[in-house]
């Protein structure tokens, strides 16, 4: 065998190995992209927890259950500060779904699976008039825009939280 055989065996050998290198990292890179999608998806879970149990406090409950239950709830300074801290922790949950989804962290349905639980928040005359005042400002112009797509439908029930699940009993 002489040196020229011998150099393109070894060229074949380094394309081969280049092939499966390239082969290895297109699947590592795959399983990367499957697991930061699975840690986004775990991350925004456990944040809506958080959100939640903060709703479970019976003050900042019961406020929740007057806005929602009715369009022109009488509430007090103390009531509008947590309802207003209510909100504030969903949108910014939600935002950051919505950013997350943008660049490819969250799957498609993980994002579309919070459109209703907006909706459900903005189904109070009180939350929507909250987003007009006040919430429009404290998210990132492209959030704002989604809000505003989903804002752009009468509030079910007539901005009666509860009246929306009445509708749905009786059909």
């Given amino acids: 065998m002489d040196w020229e055989a011998l150099g393109a065996i070894g060229e074949l050998v380094g394309a081969l190995a280049v092939i499966f290198t390239l082969i290895f990292l297109i699947f590592q890179i795959r399983q990367n992209t499957i697991a930061l999608q699975q840690q ?15 709703m479970m406090h019976a003050d900042v409950a019961n406020a929740v259950s007057k806005a929602y239950s009715e369009a022109d709830a009488a509430l007090t300074i103390g009531e509008h500060a947590q309802l207003e801290h209510f909100m504030l922790g969903y949108m910014l949950v939600f ?51 989604v809000i505003d797509e989903i804002l752009a439908n009468e509030a079910a029930g007539a901005g009666n939280y509860w009246e929306a699940f009445s509708e749905k009993e009786t059909q």
């Fill in 95 to 145: 935002q950051q779904d919505f950013l997350d989804w943008e660049k490819g962290l969250h799957i498609t349905t993980t994002w579309e699976s919070r459109i209703p639980i907006i909706k459900g928040l903005f189904s109070a005359q009180w939350s929507r008039k909250w987003w007009q005042n006040m919430g429009r400002e404290y998210v990132t112009p492209q959030f704002r825009k």
């Fill in 40 to 54: 986004s998806a775990r991350d925004s879970t456990t944040s809506l927890h958080q959100t939640s149990i903060a």
